[in-house]
Each structure stands twice: as structure tokens, then as C-alpha cells.
């Protein structure tokens, strides 16, 4: 990480640079719920794989993200929007 985008948390690393990250977040066009949505769905995954009981995963990811119910999660997690609308 350089110091232009040293103030940069890049959620994403795994799919992107941080300079993309800091660039695109710079510009407004990361879409933080979406990226939100992501981390909590990766998480998940991570825990089904360690053979965590659904209900017990879905209690540590409301841990780490304490505004959001339990059911809140679990949509999250089985019903992922598929059907964005265009920005343009």
C-alpha cells in the first residue's frame, strides 16, 4: 500500500488493487451495501466450510455487523440480488 491510498481499507483485495479501491472509492462509484453484502456472504462461506450450524454463523457475522437482524443476514446470504438495474 502507498501513501496515497494509505487511508484506504480495501474490503476488496482480494478481487482488486487497493489503488483501483481508493481510485473507484474516490470517485463514488463503490456501492458500500453491495460491498457489505459480499463480505457477509464470504464470511459465511468460511464458516459453512469450518462446519459452523447455520444459526451459529449467521450469530457471529450479526457480531461484526451489529445493525443488521438475523433474518436480515440470512436473506443476505440465500437470496443474493441478481437483478441490479443498469447505472446507465
Request: glycine share 0%.
Amino acid at each position: 500500500m502507498n501513501a496515497f491510498n494509505a487511508n484506504y481499507y480495501n474490503p476488496l483485495a482480494d478481487l482488486i488493487s487497493d489503488e483501483i479501491y481508493s481510485l473507484l472509492s474516490s470517485l463514488y462509484l463503490i456501492d458500500e451495501v453491495s460491498v457489505r453484502d459480499y463480505l457477509i456472504r464470504k464470511k459465511f462461506r468460511q464458516l459453512k466450510d469450518n462446519n459452523t450450524r447455520t444459526n451459529e454463523a449467521v450469530e457471529i457475522i450479526m457480531q461484526e455487523f451489529p445493525n443488521l437482524q438475523f433474518d436480515t443476514i440470512k436473506k443476505i446470504v440465500y437470496h443474493p440480488q441478481r437483478n441490479r438495474k443498469p447505472l446507465f
